[in-house]
């Protein structure tokens, strides 16, 4: 069983920055590729970015491509994603999640676990 717990949402003018952290328990986690998808109110959820256990990532979404990225530091458990010239667009709630397996870096977003969310609102 792995609880996912996301931190770091928060209100933001557009062109700014956040960084979004998941800390996971388990002591598996190293084992674990983890991904971060978005949903915007209104809007079905999306794929944002996703990396697997040995620090490879995938292509990200075209929407946030050159502006966010993804890493994770195994020893603490956690994941980050940097959020970097943000625009009212990227205003969503932005969740954490964590399967075994590669599926998510091939396109497969059944993810087993999933965290709570965290909100993100980026300001015109």
């Known amino acids: 069983q792995v609880q996912l717990v996301e931190s770091g949402g928060g209100l933001v003018q557009a062109g700014g920055s956040l960084r979004l952290s998941c800390a996971a328990s388990g002591r598996t986690f190293s084992t674990y590729s983890m991904a971060w998808f978005r949903q915007a109110p209104g809007k079905e959820r999306e794929f944002v970015a996703a990396?697997?256990?040995?620090?490879?990532?995938?292509p990200y979404a075209d929407s946030v491509k050159g502006r966010f990225t993804v890493s994770r530091d195994n020893a603490k458990n956690t994941i980050y994603l940097q959020m970097n010239s943000l625009k009212p667009e990227d205003t969503a709630v932005y969740y954490c999640?964590?399967?075994?397996?590669?599926?998510?870096?091939?396109?497969?977003?059944?993810?087993?676990?999933w965290g709570k969310g965290t909100l993100v609102t980026v300001s015109s």
């Open positions: 999640a964590a399967d075994t397996g590669l599926g998510v870096l091939r396109g497969q977003y059944d993810m087993a676990y």
């Open positions: 990396i697997a256990w040995s620090g490879h990532t995938t």
